[in-house]
């Protein structure tokens, strides 16, 4: 038999390997420091390229998209270039209306009974760019009005201030009458009174260039990596935005050296919520003029992985070479542990084998005094049914069916005697498929009236389909008996017993014996399958470790959960199809 290894043998390698790892690392160390400073920089202007990039492609699209905004407000080409009127011109021409709608609809809501101070509407204008704001109600008499209200200005609202139309859009198509402002009228939430607004050459070409960079953001947005892009004017104002935004207050002192061209591109740190990003600002730039500043937020995760990956390159790697000297050595004492284990475990078979076998020749000795009286039984209930048969129909099939039962259970109790003998040499189980649900119902029939008769409730619950198991029907029901009479035995005075049959568990059946006896401690519950151990004054306490050893045998197994004065719950679980290796009883 091998010997086991002692300590200093199953150390010798880790050590061997920890000390392999160390100088690995130090030379790991070396060529690491050399190239940190250089990633630092290299990775910072690696984001400004990024932030760049995105400038580019926003002012690419913003000058597109204003052109084509401009060229529909006109009703030409705004510039040299015609733009044609594709289908993301006229999404570019539905934002800009949904804007200005959702300006009003502000407006409506902020103040709903009209009474708009100057202050605050001007305010309003200069934050929406407005040229002009009015009140009227169905009559057409003005409530508010920022400015004088011009004629023509009422006349092109008038079928919203009729009730004709819930909406009157007038900004497009202009050409004919150039300089003419733009005009659009909402219906108040309210039903009374319309709020109209008007937006001159300078407003609408405000707005134009607003809703164009706002697309623009939009789709720059969409750059993986990027969490929000905002779009300033030269004057601090947003021109467009998307994402969560940082709390910065105007501009800074190095976005304005961007506008002068002191500076290139730059880049700082910024917080949202709990976690840091990268904010990259750039100059935007429209037909070659400065026109305002380009703020890009990145993702920081990926930046500090790549930081981290090569930064502490180093560090990871000799962690992970010491990992791997550690878990070496936690591989060699859990396997010398398993090996172990197993030892242990093929110590305690060997024992119960022993056990059991002792048990066999101890039943041996007795088998002859059991078998006399079983046969005389036998014998007597022959000769009842031949001899003593009721003339009576009905009690004729009684009394025939009476007497079958025993004759049933001799034949039963015989085989079990001869079980008994041979239980501790190993022998192949007769399997079959046979149907749980029946040995189970037939089991309930059988214990039943021993129940009853000690103020016991047994109730049932089992499977309605007839579940098909492996098994040797005759072992494996003197089991369940051997599980239930525990069960009863261990109830003083009244109580109950509940067998429960569950759907199967992929390819294990459940049958569930719950009592609510005295139950058992948890030393108690470790040894209640051995032959040696038993909590009862008569008998010698063998129906549970014949019930483990039938089970085992089909390749089941049995796992109790007992709280002392709470009860005691068996679990067996069975193959519900053959099993390829399962252990022969003993």
Request: proline content about 4%; aromatic content about 4%; overall charge neutral.
């Amino acid at each position: 038999m091998n010997q086991i290894p002692s300590a200093s043998q199953i150390l010798l390698r880790p050590i061997t390997l920890i000390i392999s790892c160390t100088i690995f690392v130090i030379l790991i160390l070396v060529m690491g420091l050399m190239d940190l400073n250089r990633l630092d920089r290299s990775l910072v202007n690696f984001m400004e390229v990024r932030g760049l990039d995105v400038a580019e492609k926003i002012e690419r699209e913003a000058l597109v998209g204003y052109t084509s905004i401009m060229q529909m407000l006109r009703g030409e080409a705004a510039g040299e270039t015609l733009i044609p009127l594709t289908d993301e011109t006229f999404l570019t021409q539905e934002s800009l209306i949904r804007a200005l709608v959702n300006v009003i609809r502000s407006i409506d809501t902020r103040w709903p009974s009209g009474a708009i101070s100057p202050e605050e509407a001007k305010g309003v204008m200069e934050k929406e760019g407005l040229w002009l704001l009015a009140v009227v109600d169905d009559s057409g008499r003005v409530l508010f009005q920022s400015r004088p209200l011009p004629r023509q200005i009422l006349a092109r609202a008038e079928p919203a201030v009729r009730k004709k139309k819930d909406l009157v859009i007038d900004l497009f198509g202009r050409s004919e009458k150039a300089g003419r402002s733009g005009v659009v009228a909402l219906r108040r939430s309210g039903g009374n009174g319309t709020v109209i607004i008007a937006l001159d050459e300078d407003a609408l070409q405000w707005w134009g260039m607003r809703i164009a960079m706002q697309r623009a953001v939009d789709e720059a947005a969409q750059t993986p990596g990027v969490v929000f892009v905002t779009v300033l004017d030269g004057w601090g104002a947003v021109l467009g935005s998307r994402g969560e935004q940082p709390a910065i207050q105007g501009m800074t002192a190095q976005e304005k050296e961007l506008l002068t061209g002191t500076l290139a591109v730059t880049a700082r740190g910024v917080t949202l919520g709990e976690r840091e990003h990268v904010m990259v600002m750039a100059p935007l730039a429209l037909d070659g003029r400065p026109a305002g500043i380009v703020r890009v937020g990145f993702q920081r995760d990926r930046m500090d992985q790549i930081l981290e990956n090569n930064r502490h390159f180093l560090f990871l790697s000799m962690g992970f070479i010491v990992l791997a000297g550690l878990f070496s050595l936690w591989f060699v004492f859990q396997n010398h542990k398993r090996h172990l284990a197993r030892l242990d475990e093929m110590r305690k078979r060997l024992e119960q084998s022993e056990r059991l076998s002792s048990l066999g020749q101890l039943a041996a000795g007795v088998a002859h005094e059991i078998r006399n009286p079983l046969n005389a039984i036998s014998m007597a209930s022959q000769r009842l049914q031949r001899e003593y048969l009721p003339c009576e129909e009905d009690k004729s099939q009684e009394f025939g069916r009476l007497t079958g039962v025993i004759r049933d259970e001799i034949r039963r109790l015989n085989v079990i005697i001869e079980d008994f003998l041979t239980f501790s040499r190993s022998r192949r189980l007769e399997l079959r498929d046979y149907s749980l649900t029946e040995v189970v119902q037939k089991l309930a029939g059988l214990m039943g009236e021993e129940a009853r008769a000690r103020g016991i409730a047994l109730t049932l619950r089992p499977d309605p389909d007839a579940l098909m198991v492996p098994m040797d029907v005759d072992k494996l029901q003197q089991a369940l008996i051997n599980i239930v009479k525990n069960a009863i035995e261990s109830i003083d005075g009244s109580g109950s017993i509940d067998i429960v049959m569950e759907k199967p568990q992929g390819d294990r059946a459940v049958v569930r014996i719950s009592d609510t006896g005295s139950g058992l401690a948890p030393e108690e519950v470790e040894k209640i399958f051995d032959p040696d151990y038993t909590t009862k004054e008569k008998g010698l306490g063998l129906g549970l470790p014949i019930a483990y050893e039938i089970i085992r045998g089909h390749g089941g197994a049995i796992r109790v959960q007992s709280a002392v004065g709470r009860g005691t719950t068996f679990e067996i679980t069975l193959p519900t199809r053959p099993a390829s290796a399962a252990p022969p009883a003993r």
